[in-house]
């Protein structure tokens, strides 16, 4: 079936090349036939990849070591579930994942906007195929993942045990389509700019692919987050790594985008900043792709090959030329219709909030950049740490936050003094109780935690005006019962409402950040059975060991030969809390040498065991000591004396020995105070995102529209 | 390359070429739609605009002048876009 897969490339990048100049032809000689088929191809595309990635897959669940790409990262033992996630951890497969998303995004993208704006639809139709184009020949000329070997391996490496969880079978799907979508904005950007056409029209395109992309690269990030800190053993949730700050980019411009957007609609400003925003956000979305595929910085994501820097640069070179190009000369169309009124306006507020996300971006810009720059400069790569990224982040955070809860409520246009009373007086009130609340409570050090606790508060209070006064109103109006009036206001203005949520989730999320990045304990000890430590107020003590052999018994499911682990008692004033059982993964590896190393002598895992609340998480990982004399001992008179279908007979001596005997095991052990919110405020912003980008049902829309049209031909009657 | 994945290669070469010339097999397709259906967008769009303009000034956030103007224009272009829409119609 390889030939079919490389079939389908083939005939993919044939069809990306006549829709391309399909749909500039039909928009240069006015011939929408042609348009028309330019978009077709789109769909055809979609269709095409669509048969390459499910030819790809059954390969991986099929065990086809033919393949090259499976026999690297799948192997028998791999279990199933793991194997159909496989295709997208190797470099081929995430390619086709790549350009298989981008197809059907682009598709749904094209559909929806079929009867609008034709002469830009089919500028962004020829972009949008052209960076398809990009990425098939990729996987034509640099990185097949239809390449075959004969005669067929009997096993392959197996995944990267690092990978074996279940957020890393939908973290990078999600994260890719975060990606893909930023590019449907940027298409239709460049179409706008070709066609001059660039009013708002083109923006309220856009903008529910801007909010999908923002929402995809939102959970990704999230789903990334939670396997750093739920599945890796250090610890943390974010570690300013290279790749998770690539993903961080274009989510900041996206975030920014998103706002400014609504001063172009309402105020006809903001046009070069609107489309500036749009091509950055697709061109940091390319630019992330790279740092993942191309290997040019150090990351514990990045496993690409230094074979794609040249095609990517080169891409990323044209975006950024050609960006620059179509908005310096279209600027004489992207002038604002209106100057901003007052300093005091929701419109600077929203300038304001833009400045910050792009200050941000600018930030982790220079710092992920960082050993590139100063390789170029001075000949060394040094890079910057996680202090480094700390002391320019927070403080903007902080200023952003508190801006998320000015925003909704601040007047359009100017704010006098009677309305911001009226507006603030609550939010402030909230932030003041928050902060005599917790200076109660004792908290009296860490201040930019403190002040982000307040801002939150403060978030807090102006959401929640603004709910029940769109309440009261939608009551005065429709005189409906006040939790039917609540719903009515969220369903008929799902936008603005989803987004008040979205910046009510962001706050909570803030708060666990802080709170967790300032208030925790961490402990990293050897113990032995028996032995006790104290992690903040919390007593952590080492019961027994664990030990079980075969994938089969493997409790992480994540396919490990042997797995070593111990169970920790944790008590807290004298009562007991928790039982965890924090345990190492040890997998096979084919080439080890010796039939015991060739079962255990791969990439050991550690699985992390947590008590998790809503007030702090208990969390726990351990690293056996498998060098140990007496555990050494086994594996090499294993290796020199049993056959290959013998390993396992070693191996379970081996588990034997080390409960009988277990070595001293060294153990990570933190205490995080309000982890579980970040989590949590991740949901809500998830849960407002959706309501945000939900389209309204076309009967209501249908409904309303009528009213409001006899409201407007009434007035004018009036008039 | 087994016969299997040729037929298969032909079928969907096939179906890439029908799906795509199917534009170019059919009549012209009319532009006028494409105009009618850009301002209908345009129209919700701005019954959006009078109803978040309405929203804003009873929650606090336009004063009445503000209002009076904004909704005024908001409400003069809506009729521009259904006098287009009408003439489009007819």
Same mark, same amino acid.
């Given at each position: 079936?390889? !030939?079919?897969? @490389?079939?389908?490339?083939?005939?993919?990048?044939?069809?990306?090349?006549?829709?391309?100049?399909?749909?500039?032809?039909?928009?240069?000689?006015?011939r929408?036939?042609?348009?028309?088929?330019?978009?077709?191809?789109?769909?055809?595309?979609?269709?095409?990849?669509?048969v390459?990635?499910?030819?790809?897959?059954?390969?991986?669940?099929?065990?086809?070591?033919?393949?090259?790409?499976?026999?690297?990262?799948?192997?028998?033992?791999?279990?199933?579930?793991?194997?159909?996630a496989?295709?997208?951890?190797?470099? #081929?497969?995430?390619?086709?994942?790549?350009?298989?998303?981008?197809?059907?995004?682009?598709?749904?993208?094209?559909?929806?906007?079929?009867? @609008?704006?034709?002469?830009?639809?089919?500028?962004?139709?020829a972009?949008?195929?052209?960076?398809?184009?990009?990425?098939?020949?990729l996987?034509?000329?640099?990185?097949?993942?239809?390449?075959?070997?004969?005669?067929r391996?009997?096993?392959?490496?197996?995944?990267d045990?690092?990978?074996?969880?279940?957020?890393?079978?939908?973290?990078?799907?999600?994260?890719?389509?975060?990606?893909?979508?930023?590019?449907?904005?940027l298409?239709?950007?460049?179409?706008?700019?070709?066609?001059?056409?660039?009013?708002?029209?083109?923006?309220?395109?856009?903008?529910?692919?801007?909010?999908?992309?923002?929402?995809?690269?939102?959970?990704?990030?999230?789903?990334g987050?939670?396997?750093?800190?739920? #599945?890796?053993?250090?610890?943390?949730?974010? !570690?300013?790594?290279?790749?998770?700050?690539?993903?961080?980019?274009?989510?900041?411009?996206?975030?920014?985008?998103?706002?400014?957007?609504?001063?172009?609609?309402?105020?006809?400003?903001?046009k070069?900043?609107?489309?500036?925003?749009?091509?950055?956000?697709?061109?940091?979305?390319?630019?992330?792709?790279?740092?993942?595929?191309?290997g040019?910085l150090?990351?514990?994501?990045?496993?690409? +090959?230094?074979?794609?820097?040249?095609?990517?640069?080169?891409?990323?070179?044209?975006?950024? !030329?050609?960006?620059?190009?179509?908005?310096?000369?279209?600027?004489?169309?992207?002038?604002?219709?209106?100057?901003?009124?007052?300093?005091?306006?929701?419109?600077?507020?929203f300038?304001?909030?833009?400045?910050?996300l792009?200050?941000?971006?600018?930030?982790?810009?220079?710092?992920?950049?960082?050993?590139?720059?100063?390789?170029?400069?001075?000949?060394?790569? %040094?890079?910057?740490?996680?202090?480094?990224?700390?002391?320019?982040t927070?403080?903007?955070?902080?200023?952003?936050?508190?801006?998320?809860?000015?925003?909704?409520?601040?007047?359009?246009?100017?704010?006098?003094?009677?309305?911001?009373?009226?507006?603030?007086?609550?939010?402030?009130?909230?932030?003041?109780?928050?902060?005599?609340?917790?200076?109660?409570?004792?908290?009296?050090?860490?201040?930019?935690?403190?002040a982000?606790?307040?801002?939150?508060?403060?978030?807090?209070?102006?959401?929640?005006?603004?709910?029940?006064?769109?309440?009261?109103?939608?009551?005065?109006?429709a +005189?409906?019962?006040?939790?039917?009036?609540?719903?009515?206001?969220?369903?008929?203005?799902?936008?603005?409402?989803?987004g008040?949520?979205?910046?009510?989730?962001?706050?909570?999320?803030?708060?666990?950040?802080a709170?967790?990045?300032?208030?925790?304990?961490?402990?990293?000890?050897?113990?032995?059975?028996?032995?006790?430590?104290?992690?903040?107020?919390?007593?952590? @003590?080492?019961?027994?060991?664990?030990?079980?052999?075969?994938p089969?018994?493997?409790?992480?499911?994540?396919?490990?030969?042997?797995?070593?682990?111990?169970?920790?008692?944790?008590?807290?004033?004298?009562?007991?809390?928790?039982?965890?059982?924090?345990?190492?993964?040890?997998?096979?590896?084919?080439?080890?040498?010796?039939?015991?190393?060739?079962?255990?002598?791969?990439?050991?895992?550690?699985?992390?065991?947590?008590?998790?609340?809503?007030?702090?998480?208990?969390?726990?990982?351990?690293?056996?000591?498998? #060098?140990?004399?007496?555990?050494?001992?086994?594996?090499?008179?294993?290796?020199?004396?049993?056959?290959?279908?013998?390993?396992?007979?070693?191996?379970?001596?081996?588990?034997?020995?080390?409960? @009988?005997?277990?070595?001293?095991?060294?153990?990570?052990?933190?205490?995080?105070?309000?982890?579980?919110?970040?989590?949590?405020?991740?949901?809500?912003?998830?849960?407002?995102?959706?309501?945000?980008?939900?389209?309204?049902?076309? %009967?209501?829309?249908?409904?309303?529209?009528?009213?409001?049209?006899?409201?407007?031909?009434?007035?004018?009657?009036?008039? | 390359?087994?016969?299997?994945?040729?037929v298969?290669?032909?079928?969907?070469?096939?179906?890439?070429?029908?799906?795509?010339?199917?534009?170019?097999?059919?009549?012209?397709?009319?532009?006028?739609?494409?105009?009618?259906?850009?301002?209908?967008?345009?129209?919700?769009?701005?019954y959006?605009?009078?109803?978040?303009?309405?929203?804003?000034?009873?929650?606090?956030?336009?004063?009445?002048?503000?209002?009076?103007?904004?909704?005024g224009e908001?409400?003069?272009e809506a009729?521009?876009?259904?006098?287009?829409?009408?003439?489009?119609?007819?």
């Amino acid at each position: 079936m390889a !030939g079919l897969g @490389r079939a389908c490339l083939l005939i993919a990048l044939a069809v990306c090349a006549y829709g391309i100049w399909a749909s500039l032809y039909g928009v240069r000689r006015a011939r929408p036939e042609f348009s028309a088929s330019g978009r077709r191809c789109v769909y055809a595309l979609a269709g095409v990849l669509t048969v390459a990635f499910a030819v790809l897959e059954v390969a991986f669940l099929s065990n086809d070591f033919a393949f090259n790409t499976v026999a690297d990262t799948s192997s028998r033992t791999t279990p199933t579930f793991y194997r159909a996630a496989a295709v997208w951890s190797s470099q #081929e497969g995430s390619l086709l994942l790549w350009a298989w998303l981008l197809s059907l995004w682009s598709s749904l993208a094209l559909f929806l906007t079929r009867k @609008r704006m034709r002469d830009v639809a089919s500028y962004a139709t020829a972009v949008l195929l052209g960076l398809a184009g990009f990425f098939i020949s990729l996987m034509i000329f640099y990185a097949t993942p239809f390449a075959t070997t004969r005669p067929r391996p009997m096993e392959g490496a197996g995944l990267d045990p690092l990978l074996r969880f279940p957020t890393m079978m939908i973290h990078p799907p999600m994260l890719y389509s975060g990606y893909t979508l930023c590019t449907i904005p940027l298409a239709f950007g460049v179409g706008a700019l070709l066609a001059r056409r660039v009013d708002a029209d083109w923006i309220k395109v856009v903008r529910r692919f801007a909010f999908a992309a923002w929402l995809f690269l939102g959970l990704g990030i999230l789903l990334g987050a939670r396997w750093s800190y739920a #599945e890796l053993g250090w610890g943390g949730y974010w !570690g300013w790594d290279a790749v998770e700050n690539a993903s961080l980019m274009p989510w900041l411009t996206g975030t920014a985008f998103l706002h400014s957007l609504m001063i172009q609609e309402k105020r006809g400003m903001l046009k070069v900043w609107n489309v500036s925003l749009v091509l950055a956000t697709g061109t940091l979305a390319i630019m992330g792709t790279f740092l993942v595929r191309s290997g040019v910085l150090n990351s514990i994501h990045a496993f690409g +090959g230094a074979t794609l820097g040249v095609p990517f640069v080169t891409l990323i070179g044209v975006l950024i !030329g050609g960006s620059i190009y179509l908005v310096v000369s279209r600027r004489d169309v992207l002038r604002s219709e209106h100057r901003i009124d007052s300093l005091l306006s929701r419109e600077s507020i929203f300038i304001a909030n833009n400045l910050v996300l792009v200050a941000l971006c600018f930030v982790i810009f220079w710092g992920t950049y960082f050993p590139l720059i100063s390789e170029a400069l001075n000949g060394r790569e %040094a890079s910057v740490g996680p202090p480094w990224f700390d002391r320019y982040t927070v403080p903007l955070a902080l200023v952003l936050v508190l801006l998320s809860g000015i925003g909704p409520v601040i007047a359009w246009r100017r704010a006098t003094l009677a309305n911001a009373r009226r507006n603030f007086s609550v939010p402030l009130g909230v932030a003041l109780l928050t902060l005599v609340a917790l200076l109660a409570a004792g908290v009296t050090q860490k201040p930019f935690a403190i002040a982000m606790f307040c801002c939150a508060g403060f978030v807090l209070g102006s959401i929640g005006q603004e709910f029940v006064r769109g309440a009261a109103a939608r009551r005065a109006m429709a +005189g409906e019962p006040a939790p039917v009036a609540l719903l009515s206001l969220v369903r008929r203005n799902r936008r603005r409402y989803g987004g008040y949520i979205v910046h009510l989730g962001m706050a909570v999320l803030f708060v666990g950040v802080a709170a967790s990045s300032s208030f925790q304990h961490a402990n990293e000890l050897g113990l032995s059975p028996g032995q006790s430590t104290r992690v903040g107020s919390y007593t952590v @003590r080492y019961l027994r060991p664990t030990a079980t052999i075969t994938p089969k018994y493997d409790r992480a499911h994540t396919g490990s030969t042997l797995s070593l682990g111990a169970i920790l008692d944790v008590s807290r004033h004298g009562r007991h809390v928790a039982t965890l059982q924090p345990s190492e993964g040890f997998y096979a590896s084919p080439g080890g040498q010796g039939s015991v190393s060739s079962l255990i002598g791969g990439q050991p895992v550690s699985h992390i065991s947590m008590d998790a609340g809503i007030t702090r998480d208990v969390w726990s990982a351990i690293a056996p000591n498998i #060098e140990a004399p007496s555990l050494q001992r086994i594996v090499m008179a294993g290796n020199s004396k049993l056959g290959p279908e013998e390993g396992i007979v070693a191996i379970a001596l081996l588990a034997r020995e080390y409960l @009988r005997h277990p070595p001293q095991a060294q153990f990570h052990l933190i205490v995080s105070p309000l982890v579980m919110w970040i989590w949590i405020g991740g949901l809500i912003v998830l849960g407002g995102g959706l309501i945000a980008v939900w389209p309204s049902p076309s %009967a209501v829309r249908r409904r309303v529209a009528v009213r409001v049209r006899s409201r407007a031909e009434r007035d004018l009657v009036r008039a | 390359m087994s016969v299997l994945v040729a037929v298969l290669i032909v079928v969907l070469v096939a179906a890439v070429v029908i799906v795509v010339s199917a534009p170019l097999r059919a009549s012209r397709v009319r532009a006028r739609v494409s105009r009618h259906d850009d301002l209908e967008a345009e129209r919700d769009a701005k019954y959006r605009e009078i109803r978040d303009a309405e929203l804003d000034y009873r929650t606090g956030k336009l004063s009445r002048e503000d209002y009076e103007a904004i909704d005024g224009e908001l409400r003069a272009e809506a009729i521009q876009i259904l006098d287009r829409i009408e003439a489009e119609e007819r």
